[in-house]
Structure formats: C-alpha cells, structure tokens
C-alpha cells in the first residue's frame, strides 16, 4: 500500500521542558518530508487520542510514528488495526529527557537521531499479513494419570474436543499403586482415599473426550494447529489432528538397584515407598523376607536424591509420603516404633501442619543426619549407622524394615542414557568451543518428526526445558506443554492446578494460532519469517540455531518453515550469512537503516557515537526503569531495540563501523540454567558471534575493544550508567573509529 506517514510528538511528562519539540519536529518535515507532523501536550489522553484517530479515519494516515514514553507504556491508548495501520514508537521520556540534562545540545541531538532511526524503519515497515492456514483446535493429552486426566476434563469443559492417550490399559497412572493420598482438603491433617478412580471414570464418560487406552504415539508430524498425530493401538494405527498437546507422561521412581550402599537388592527387607504403598493396598504390611509383622520401621529420605551421584535434585513429595507412611504403620500396629533420618524435612505450604501432627506421634523418632551404612543381621534384621545427627553424635537404628525414599525421574528420560548428575558450569561464551548443543530426549513418548529431534529438548536432569522463570509451561517446541511431574517433581495438588494451567496454555496456543499469532513472548505479534530461498546456500544455521526447532528440511537441506511453530524471535534472521530471513517490521535492511540514519559528528566535535543493540525483553525495560529514576548516562549512545539479542547479523557491526560509528554494545538477557533469555538461546548465540567477529576486528587492525557484549537482568538497571561510562573510557583510549568521515 501507499503509505503516508504521521509523526506525532508528545510534550508532556517533562519532555518539552527537556527537548525543543519544534526543532524535532523540523527533522520530520524538512529532512523526511513527512506530510503529517503534530505535536500535542498530553498525547495520550483523550484529546491527543482522538488527534491522531482523526488523521487515520480523516487525513489517510497509515504509518503513525508517535515520539513520546515508552513502547511498553500506553498500549491500550495507541493501539490500531495493524491490518491498516503500522506503528512506531519512539522513546523520548524514558530514553531520552528522563535520563539526560534539560536543554544540553546533545539532549537535542539524542532526541532527533531516535526520531530519525524510527523514521527510517517506519519507510521500510510493511503491514504483516497472518499465515492463513487451516487451524484445528483439538487438544492432544499424552498420559492418563492425575495431571493427564485433569488437563482433558478442564480442556473438555471450555468446550474444546480432547484425544487422550494412554499406554497402560487402565487410566490413572501412579494414583492407582497408591494406598492413600495426602491431604487435599483443610485441615489438611488427615489421608484420603483416591479418587482417581472417579476422575477416570468420568473422562471416559466425556463425550468430547476420545481415549486410547493401551496406546502409544508412532509420530508427532506437523505443527500447532496442524499436529498429524498417529497412534498405535489394538495392533493397528489411527491418525488424528491436533492442534495443541499438554505432555502429562508423569514419572518413574529412581532406580532403587542403584543404592546397593542402602542395602537395596541385598537385603528383602530394603524396599522403596512404592512397594510400602503396594503392601498397604493389600493389606499386607509386614517383613517381606518371613511375614512377620512390623515393630519398627526406618525411613531413609533423600535415598538417592541430592546427590550428585545419583540425582542431584529434591523430588517435592519423598517428605510427605514418608509421613504419610510412618502413619500406615503406627495404625496397623499401634506399638510399633518408626525412625525417620532425613537431611531436611520439606513440607511446604499447608502440609506443615500434617507435619507438626505427625511429630506429636511418640512412636516416631525424627532426626536429621546421614545414613553412613545399612547392615543385615543374622535374624534379616537392618542396623542402620547414621552420621551428624541432631544429637551430635552417631547413633544405631535396628529396625525390621528400612524405606528408602527415592526420588522422582521423569517419564522423557526413562530408557535413555541420561546425565542425571550436576555439571560444571557451561563455558563462557567467547571462547572457541561452539555454543553448548541441545540435549535431545529419545524417549519414545512424542516421537516428533522435527529435524531437531524426536523429542522436547531437555535440562541437564532429563526434565523438559522451559522458561521457568517468566513461562513455566512453555517448552520449547511451540503448541507442546508439559504438565505435572514430567516438567518438575510436585505432589497430587500441585498436579492438578498444574494440569490446569497447561490446558489453558494449549488452548490460549490454538485460539492464537487460528489468528495467525504468535505465543509467549511476542503474543499477539502476526508476523512470521519470509525466506528468499532464491539465494539460500543449504547452510543449515537457522535450522540448528533456532531454539524452537520452527525450521525443518527437505533431503537438499533447504529450510522448511512451520510459521505456527515460529515464535517471531528473529534468532534466524541473525544467523544467516546470506541475509534472506526478514519479517514485515523488522529486517535486515530495516535494522541496517536505523543505523546509517544516526547523523556521526566529524572526529574534531569530539563526540563520539555508540551503538547499542539491545534485547526488548530484560535490556529495555532495565533501560526504561533507568529513565524512571532519572539516572543519567552517556548522551553520545543510540539504542535500537531488537525482539533477541539473538538477532545480531555481522552485517550490521559493518554497516556500523563503516558508517563511522566507533563503538557497538550488546546487551542481552542473562543466560544459564535458569534461562532468563526469553528466547532461551538467543542471549549465548549472540555472545558467541561476538567472539568471532572480535577475532576479525584484530585481524583487521581494528580494536577488538570496540564490540562489547554483555548480559543484564532486568533488576539491575542501576549498572546502565557505570556500564556505559567504563564503555566511553574503554573507547577513549583507542582512539576515534579510522572509518569516521569516510
């Protein structure tokens, strides 16, 4: 379309007593000749509202670039049709004349050069079309425990048809091994008997429920809202197509064979929660090795669990369950004694007052320590050694029976050879080695037909990988949301409210995806990526690179793309060499504008210019929480937001350098095993070019200096203006770039 572009300027909140509007202004209609140029002094109260609506209903406005707060501010106050109308938001509060002196030349000249980068992106802006594929909006839910049948009931009530698969040929999953469950309900003090039974019955009553019980998935093909989902049952296979899956495949108990050290496989008499609450079910509580009955009992807790031989982490439930055991026994046998030696009791949240109940129980003794042997005795007796107890001594426990509290393993990691053990810290990007490589889970539940594996991606520990910090659910293959046990190790209530939440990620996920938008972060954003296959090379980096496996491959090596799968961040876009991955509003040669727009003073103005590419997600905000509080930094920097600092193409440190610009500073979210990178990889993929291009600046006689990177939470805004300034010192000493003036 014709575009006709209307800049609006905001004078309010301080910005006119900082920036001279009119000469602003002036940098529209006479540099850009921008028909439409208006400034008002609230822009974003009624008045100004209306202003700007009247020129888009009235004048054929269809580009509106408003210089005012924010981009994160007033959304719901400018806010248009982007079918009709793109828009740009340029910060001159925050950005600008909250965090530099009122009225200073260089203020003024911060100011324009954002106006100026915002109108060269917004004459290379086009107005992005959604994919209009066929979406189906059924949800697949894989496992028939606690957490799968709750997903499909709550996903079945809002009115969405659900398929279930199961491979056992009764639902219920682990609840149906179960004795008794914990306290669900106040005063939370007593055991309940499951009502999984129920719950299951009451899916399989659900006429918008279709289960496949004894059933396992061949292949996941496809994408969210086009899964094509075979699945084998009763020897033959069905195809069904799916627009979201909630993953409950639950877990497995760690492999007690493994605890040869706690007596388990030595003696019978060693046995594992699991088998306690199998006892409990039949009603026959009692010494395997003789039958005799129980008169005193040891738990051991944490049996394999924090321990970096074993796994490394906590399982959520082993306390409780331990508790809940110690009262199986004292009701079967009011005289005998339980011992139970832990190295921390957790029991969060409203089971501390089960807790509290249980230690009113003289006939158990807690004690926290470590467990140094478990010895048989001649009779099949147990002594068990235990080191650092509370007492401040070792002490002996004989008992007939000892419990080993072992941990949970999730279901994506059972029958593969999984690293369940803590590891060193991953290498600091920069270094020569290649980014840490994903680790794919073979685990034969989803069996994906993605180039980048079968499987979701996994942590270190086999447990799917997610945005814990900021979207929980979220894995990273779009449309596939894991629940329950199998993302984290959790109790029956946290399952439930966990199943819950999925089922409304994978409906939000298809409700989006019939309107051709994008999920977490960039929810609501319809572009998508455009590839110029025309001048691909078969390199493979966006299909390796993506952090969301969105690319597939044809036998050639050509990039597929699945756009449903895309999350918009634009990693790929940075990691081709040939530069033919763009989006409508952001691309390559919309990025590289921004840049040449920027006006570099000559060398003897000595005013030197950075450019700083930051992340939207942790960077800008942290830099809008500066401007808030009014801390001032370096008038010489320009900021260009990018959706990753995974976006980074060599192409624009080029068009700096050569535009004269004499440095270029990253920042980007924290990256680690938290994965505060929204994009998960983006942040180290960036981090690691940046090393390279580094090692080009030094071959080429140009200070590696000049490109710094560095990762910043978005708490730590306080650290901008130091930053920066130890940034201008750095740049100080080496001396203006040798291309300024050029």
């Not at 409210?497 to 994978?506: C, E, N, R, S």
């Not at 650290?719 to 100080?732: A, N, R, S, V």
Request: net charge negative.
């Amino acid at each position: 379309m014709d575009k006709k572009i209307g800049v609006y300027i905001c004078s309010g909140c301080g910005i006119g007593d900082s920036i001279d509007v009119e000469a602003l202004a002036n940098v529209a209609t006479s540099e850009s000749s921008v028909p439409v140029c208006k400034d008002h002094a609230f822009l974003c109260g009624p008045e100004g509202a209306e202003l700007i609506r009247q020129d888009i209903a009235q004048e054929g406005v269809n580009t509106v670039v408003i210089a005012a707060c924010s981009r994160r501010a007033k959304t719901d106050v400018f806010s248009y049709d982007p079918s009709q109308v793109m828009l740009e938001r340029v910060n001159i509060r925050e950005h600008v004349s909250w965090c530099q002196p009122a009225k200073e030349e260089d203020t003024q000249m911060m100011a324009e050069d954002y106006l100026r980068m915002s109108l060269a992106k917004a004459e290379k802006m086009e107005v992005p079309e959604p994919h209009g594929e066929e979406i189906d909006k059924t949800i697949l839910v894989v496992g028939g425990g606690l957490t799968g049948l709750t997903a499909a009931n709550e996903a079945a009530a809002a009115g969405y048809d659900v398929v279930l698969v199961e491979k056992e040929l009764e639902l219920g999953g682990y609840l149906n091994k179960v004795h008794k469950t914990l306290p669900k309900k106040p005063p939370y003090l007593e055991m309940e008997e499951s009502d999984i039974g129920a719950l299951a019955q009451e899916v399989e009553g659900n006429d918008k429920i279709k289960v496949f019980k004894g059933s396992l998935i061949e292949s996941t093909a496809g994408a969210p809202g086009m899964f094509d989902v075979t699945i084998r049952t009763n020897g033959s296979s069905e195809t069904v197509r799916a627009g979201a899956i909630v993953e409950a495949a639950g877990f497995q108990k760690y492999d007690a064979s493994k605890l040869g050290d706690l007596g388990y496989g030595i003696s019978t008499n060693v046995v594992t929660h699991l088998e306690v609450e199998e006892m409990s079910r039949v009603g026959k509580l009692q010494r395997p090795s003789d039958g005799n009955a129980l008169k005193s009992v040891a738990f051991i807790q944490c049996a394999g669990s924090r321990d970096p031989d074993h796994l490394p982490y906590c399982s959520a439930v082993c306390c409780m369950t331990s508790l809940k055991q110690a009262k199986y026994i004292r009701e079967t046998d009011p005289e005998a004694k339980v011992y139970i030696i832990y190295k921390d009791m957790r029991t969060p949240g409203q089971n501390e007052n089960y807790y509290k109940q249980v230690q009113q129980d003289e006939g158990i003794f807690l004690t926290k320590g470590e467990v140094a042997s478990v010895q048989e005795d001649g009779d099949k007796g147990l002594r068990i050694e235990v080191d650092n107890s509370l007492l401040g001594e070792k002490i002996e426990i004989k008992a007939d029976l000892v419990v080993l509290a072992t941990g949970m393993v999730p279901a994506t990691a059972i029958g593969e050879e999984v690293d369940l053990s803590s590891e060193e810290e991953e290498k600091k990007a920069g270094e020569e080695e290649e980014p840490p490589a994903d680790q794919i889970i073979k685990s034969d539940i989803l069996n994906l037909t993605y180039r980048q594996g079968p499987e979701l991606p996994a942590l270190k520990y086999g447990f799917p990988d997610s945005h814990y910090v900021c979207f929980p659910y979220e894995s990273r293959r779009t449309g596939i949301y894991p629940a329950g046990c199998v993302r984290q190790p959790m109790d029956g209530l946290m399952a439930a409210d966990d199943a819950t939440g999925a089922a409304l990620k994978a409906i939000q996920c298809v409700e989006m995806a019939s309107r051709g938008e994008a999920v977490h972060p960039r929810a609501g954003d319809i572009t998508y990526p455009d590839l110029f296959l025309q001048r691909c090379t078969q390199c493979k980096r966006c299909t390796e690179e993506c952090p969301f496996g969105t690319y597939d491959e044809d036998e050639k090596g050509t990039p597929k793309p699945n756009p449903t799968r895309c999350r918009r961040c634009g990693i790929c876009m940075g990691s081709c060499p040939e530069r033919i991955i763009s989006f409508k509003d952001f691309s390559i040669d919309i990025v590289g504008s921004m840049v040449k727009a920027i006006e570099v003073p000559e060398e003897d103005e000595e005013k030197p210019r950075v450019v700083c590419f930051i992340c939207e997600n942790d960077a800008y905000p942290a830099l809008d929480l500066a401007g808030i509080n009014h801390l001032e930094y370096s008038p010489y920097v320009r900021f260009i937001p990018l959706r990753c600092l995974g976006d980074i193409n060599l192409v624009w440190i080029a068009d700096s350098l050569s535009k004269g610009i004499d440095g270029i500073f990253l920042i980007g979210c924290k990256y680690g095993d938290d994965y505060q990178c929204h994009f998960m990889k983006g942040s180290e993929l960036a981090s690691y070019r940046m090393g390279k291009i580094q090692e080009t600046l030094d071959r080429l006689v140009l200070e590696s200096e000049r490109i710094k990177v560095h990762q910043l939470a978005i708490n730590e805004y306080g650290q901008i203006p130091e930053l920066l300034g130890e940034f201008m010192e750095k740049l100080e000493e080496v001396g203006p770039n040798p291309y300024k003036g050029w």
